[in-house]
């Protein structure tokens, strides 16, 4: 390290780990209420009355979180909060934090990487990402889509508990279903994004335009 300066030094594996999980959670504050009004319209009609059919009704993003606002409190937009923020420092200092890594790894430290060795680190830190997270994720979702129910009736009141009830009822295994499509599904967004702007940070930086 002699000679260089402190903006030189590239950061370590372990602050580009902390430091996108860090970012994502910061990220998944401002966004969570919009998360949460898409799982409300994803699972709208999955209820268990017509009574609560004509109860709550859900229209658009920004109405469905006016409605959950009015109905059942601004606490409501996020529910699910600290497994959302489990999941981010989780799923995307893996996704993230470790692309670099692994792409230094399948191309042996070789200072040209190629776009198949690119492509094939993100769908691999995407992969590793989902299978490790995705118990966060699930208890996330399960707190999101408990629409309009006290806390006497609502399965889940904690996310210890949480963790604890569904691996009781529905086995370990219950912690990562959805997790094959999830992995499919975060493979190509990881590639598409990482890979992307991999590309074009090298083309910015050979050309000197943000030297």
């Not at 934090?97 to 040209?112: A, I, N, P, R």
Request: aromatic letters at 8%; a positive charge; charged letters at 20%.
């Amino acid at each position: 390290m002699v000679g260089f300066k402190p903006t030189d030094v590239p950061p370590t594996a372990t602050v580009k780990f902390l430091g996108a999980g860090t970012a994502a959670c910061i990220a998944d504050l401002f966004t969570f209420p919009l998360d949460t009004a898409k799982v409300r319209l994803q699972i709208q009609g999955e209820v268990k009355s017509a009574a609560e059919v004509a109860t709550v009704r859900y229209r658009g993003v920004f109405g469905t979180m006016a409605t959950m606002v009015k109905t059942e409190g601004a606490r409501s937009l996020y529910s699910g909060l600290v497994a959302g923020l489990q999941r981010q420092m989780s799923f995307a200092s893996v996704r993230i934090g470790l692309y670099d890594s692994v792409k230094q790894f399948y191309t042996k430290g070789s200072e040209h990487v190629g776009v198949g060795s690119r492509l094939l680190a993100g769908c691999t830190t995407g992969a590793m990402a989902v299978a490790f997270a995705q118990p966060t994720d699930v208890v996330k979702v399960r707190f999101q889509a408990q629409a309009n129910m006290s806390s006497q009736n609502r399965r889940y009141n904690g996310t210890i508990e949480a963790y604890k009830t569904i691996a009781k009822e529905e086995g370990i295994r219950g912690l990562w279903k959805g997790t094959m499509p999830n992995i499919a599904r975060n493979a190509i967004v990881n590639c598409t994004e990482l890979v992307t702007y991999d590309l074009i940070k090298d083309l910015l930086m050979k050309n000197g335009l943000l030297s």
